[in-house]
């Protein structure tokens, strides 16, 4: 009997006695006069275990039979062992056809030991009312995880997320870097249309890490500052590039990589996905129906996406652009090849632009693409001594001499573009 029972019960007691009426029984317990006339009746019949109700200890007539809750947990510990109560609920509703609330799933398996409440604290900050309209500005960002839990090689997923609806676009890559990311940004607007701006964190591929003292010359000013290759191209696509000074500025992007890192993962293994080409395959499908969940509508109907102009050459735009001084026999060299200039200019120096597909193009100052050819290099026919020692006969160093380490041809300190480029060739046959 619990204490409220006690308390009526008491109350009950008095009523039968005549020490006080019903309908003072009734206010004193907030029970209608019926309800007291039926309660006096059971505790004259049945004494005090009268006044407890008489459902309890009977199962409920909604029950979910035993049959059932033993099967859903036998399928949650064989495949869905690490999914939240929500996404189980989800899978065994797709995949196994049984239908059940997220809070009865989600009380089972922290009655048996399954799942745990997870609690967070959050930091106060102050909210920013999203865009009003669908392209008024994307959050980017890179997220760096083993999305295939070991079955293939380690990825990351450039995610593209629009701050007025939640629609997601992303594609996988070797890595985080300049290469990947205007890769990915030249399939979103070929998918979806130039966006008026975009948010994202400082990352030196957004955002150039260099000083005006110690920078090179072949970096752009603006405002006196030096800009990345990035914000180069978001320049001359008109798109405004907003640097976020915290995590939590760009928490709409941060979050879902949480959600992704949690459903695409596991959806993934579901699937069957070893290798990255067939992770680019199965995106596209997996965000048409993560956006159908998760989409919001925008406060205003207006999509200000632009289409892109037909005169546009977006591989001249999304590349690296470099500078390289002419040499008295008009000549330049990049990337340890030397090309003759063909065309006539009054310039001291050229911009060569070398595009996502690994072609160079040659401009002046004003844009205007330049004609030229590369240049064979002459192979010694003998090599000096020095180029002829082997790697088991390391020279020594002379008394007094301090010895030092070269790196590597492959290491990443060496060559500017060069490592990230043999990295994004590795994404280049899944297009």
């Given at each position: 009997m619990r204490e409220d029972e006690l308390g009526r019960l008491k109350v009950i007691q008095e009523a039968i006695?005549?020490?006080?009426?019903q309908r003072d029984a009734a206010t004193a317990i907030m029970r209608s006069e019926r309800q007291i006339r039926r309660m006096v009746k059971r505790v004259r019949e049945e004494g005090e275990k009268g006044i407890i109700h008489r459902g309890r200890g009977?199962?409920?007539?909604?029950?979910i039979p035993d049959r059932k809750k033993e099967r859903v947990l036998r399928l949650y510990r064989e495949q869905y062992g690490d999914f939240g109560p929500t996404l189980a609920t989800e899978k065994l509703r797709e995949r196994d056809g049984i239908d059940?609330?997220?809070?009865?799933?989600?009380?089972?398996?922290?009655?048996?030991?399954?799942w745990q409440r997870k609690r967070k604290y959050k930091k106060?900050?102050?909210?920013?009312?999203?865009?009003?309209?669908?392209?008024?500005?994307?959050?980017?960002?890179?997220?760096?995880?083993?999305?295939?839990e070991g079955r293939g090689p380690k990825m990351v997923l450039m995610g593209y997320i629009d701050d007025a609806t939640n629609a997601y676009f992303g594609r996988f890559y070797r890595y985080e870097g300049i290469f990947p990311a205007m890769d990915s940004f030249k399939r979103y607007i070929r998918s979806r249309g130039i966006p008026q701006a975009v948010y994202l964190d400082k990352h030196s591929t957004y955002k150039s890490p260099k000083k005006p003292e110690t920078a090179w010359d072949v970096e752009e000013r603006e405002n006196g500052r030096f800009v990345s290759q990035f914000q180069m191209a978001m320049k001359d696509l008109a798109v405004d590039v907003i640097h976020a000074n915290s995590p939590q500025a760009k928490g709409?992007?941060?979050?879902?990589?949480?959600?992704?890192?949690?459903?695409?993962?596991?959806?993934?293994?579901?699937?069957?996905?070893?290798?990255?080409?067939?992770?680019?395959r199965f995106l596209p499908e997996f965000f048409l129906r993560h956006n159908k969940r998760?989409?919001?509508?925008?406060?205003?109907?207006?999509?200000?996406?632009?289409?892109?102009?037909?005169?546009?050459?977006?591989?001249?735009?999304?590349?690296i652009r470099t500078q390289r001084r002419i040499c008295n026999d008009w000549t330049i060299q990049y990337d340890g090849q030397r090309y003759q200039i063909l065309s006539s200019i009054q310039a001291r120096s050229v911009q060569v632009r070398e595009t996502l597909q690994g072609k160079i193009v040659l401009t002046d100052a004003q844009g205007k693409r330049l004609s030229f050819k590369p240049i064979r290099v002459a192979v010694r026919r003998n090599p000096p001594v020095a180029l002829m020692r082997k790697p088991s006969m390391p020279r020594q160093p002379h008394q007094g001499e301090r010895s030092r380490t070269v790196p590597t041809a492959d290491h990443p300190w060496k060559g500017t573009w060069k490592t990230s480029r043999q990295l994004y060739s590795l994404?280049?046959?899944?297009?």
């Open positions: 006695a005549k020490r006080i009426s009977k199962p409920s007539a909604r029950k059940i609330s997220e809070e009865t799933l989600r009380q089972w398996l922290i009655k048996e030991g399954l106060h900050r102050q909210h920013r009312e999203r865009k009003a309209c669908f392209g008024e500005m994307i959050q980017l960002d890179g997220s760096h995880h083993d999305w295939l709409r992007i941060e979050r879902s990589f949480l959600t992704l890192q949690d459903r695409l993962v596991k959806e993934m293994r579901l699937a069957g996905i070893q290798t990255e080409e067939q992770a680019n998760f989409e919001f509508l925008a406060a205003e109907p207006a999509d200000l996406h632009r289409p892109i102009p037909k005169d546009l050459d977006l591989d001249a735009i999304l590349c994404s280049l046959p899944t297009q």
